[in-house]
T-cell receptor
């Protein structure tokens, strides 16, 4: 993904909270998605932010700051099944999604 | 409801052979995307169709790759001749609008291609 920056790997403990940060290019910005991808599976939609602020959805929350070109995904009460790759995605092309390379999260007991 | 359906799920082929990947988007979706995923490059958009018309094929690697969408319920991605560097997972995805306008993009399970 062009101009999307997120950590390559993270490790966290079951039951803990983890924050995955993402920075993106602000020009032509139309919205910021987070997708989850388990190994060997297709990406699935987690969240979409177009306005500044925090969007909460169960254990997962996503935050956006348009002026800073910054987003984060917050995962609470981590479970083993949350081990996956988390993809920060912007839509600056106007029609398709521009995927980052993802952050591989490992949840340990 | 059926999701995006891709075939084949797995294919192993010899270098130089033709490969055809198939996709049936979710009924009613007017946008279709072909993505390729590798460890090195992540998910890359290959081509985007809207209402069966190719809108952006700038991601298609080279002339060996071609894609068609003859109707709203079917698309193909063809590689001819295939090369080992084409080995990747190829995802088809569809959306009710353009992905850039905030519409969720739904992915198929992918076609895992290995060219030996």
């Amino acid at each position: 993904g062009q101009n999307i920056d997120q950590p390559t790997e993270m490790t966290a403990t079951e039951g803990a909270i983890v924050q995955i940060n993402c920075t993106y290019q602000t020009s032509g910005f139309n919205g910021l998605f987070w997708y989850q991808q388990h190994a060997g599976e297709a990406p699935t939609f987690l969240s979409y932010n177009v306005l500044d602020g925090l969007e909460e959805k169960g254990r997962f929350s996503s935050f956006l700051s348009r002026s800073k070109g910054y987003s984060y995904l917050l995962l609470k009460e981590l479970q083993m099944k949350d081990s996956a790759s988390y993809l920060c995605v912007d839509s600056n092309s106007g029609y398709a999604l521009n995927f980052g390379k993802g952050t591989s999260l490992l949840v340990t007991p | 409801d059926a999701g995006v359906i891709q075939s084949p799920r797995h294919e192993v082929t010899e270098m130089g052979q033709e490969v055809t990947l198939r996709c049936k988007p979710i009924s009613g979706h007017n946008s279709l995307f072909w993505y390729r995923q590798t460890m090195m490059r992540g998910l890359e958009l290959l081509i985007y169709f809207n209402n069966n018309v190719p809108i952006d094929d700038s991601g298609m690697p080279e002339d060996r790759f071609s894609a068609k969408m003859p109707n709203a319920s079917f698309s193909t991605l063809k590689i001819q001749p295939s090369e080992p560097r084409d080995s990747a997972v190829y995802f088809c995805a569809s959306s009710a609008g353009t992905g850039g306008s905030g519409n969720t993009i739904y992915f198929g399970e992918g076609s895992w291609l290995t060219v030996v």
